[in-house]
C-alpha cells in the first residue's frame, strides 16, 4: 500500500508598511528594539524607522513582529526567547503539488539484444605499482 506524501504547511513572515515590529540592534544594551515599517526595498529587506527618528535598513530574519501589549513593556524584560518564539507572521496557503496523472507513462517496446555480449576489455600491459619499501641503510 502506498502511503500519501504529504507537503508541510509552510509559515512565509512578511511586513507591511506600519506594520509594529522589533529590529535587532547591534549597538548598546537591548538586543531588540521597538520599530515601525516605513519602507518595504525589496521581498526581504525592510526599512524601519526608530522612536528617536532614525532610520535603519533591515533584512526580515532581523525583525520580529511587536503586538499591542509588547509596547507597555519594558525592553529589558524581553528576552530573546520571548521574540524568536513568537507565532506566525503570515500564513499563506500551502504549495500544492502538481496534479498526478492517473495514467501510468507509456512503456516503450523491449529492445531486441545480442545472446552473446561482447564485453570490450584494454589490451595495454599493466605495470605494478611501486609500493612503499623501507629503505635499508648500510
Known amino acids: 500500500m502506498q502511503q500519501k506524501q504529504s507537503i508541510p504547511e ?6 507591511m508598511v506600519g506594520d509594529k515590529v522589533f ?6 544594551q537591548n538586543k531588540w528594539i521597538p520599530a ?3 519602507d518595504v526595498t525589496g521581498p526581504v529587506s525592510y526599512v ?3 522612536a528617536d527618528d532614525s532610520i535603519m535598513r533591515r533584512h526580515i530574519d ?3 513582529p511587536r503586538t499591542s501589549k509588547d509596547d507597555d513593556v519594558s525592553m ?3 528576552e530573546d526567547n520571548d521574540i524568536d518564539n513568537q507565532g506566525p507572521y503570515c500564513t499563506r496557503s500551502p504549495i500544492e503539488p ?3 496523472n492517473p495514467t501510468p507513462p507509456p512503456v516503450s517496446p523491449p529492445v531486441a539484444t ?3 555480449l561482447i564485453i570490450r576489455r584494454s589490451s595495454r600491459n599493466r605495470r605494478l605499482v611501486d609500493r612503499y619499501a623501507p629503505v635499508m641503510s648500510t
Open 10 to 15: 509552510k509559515k512565509v513572515k512578511s511586513f
Open 23 to 28: 529590529a535587532r540592534a547591534y549597538s548598546g
Open 36 to 38: 515601525t515599517v516605513t
Open 48 to 50: 524601519v524607522s526608530l
Open 62 to 64: 532581523q525583525l520580529r
Open 76 to 78: 529589558d524584560i524581553i
Open 98 to 100: 502538481p496534479p498526478r
Open 114 to 116: 545480442p545472446s552473446a
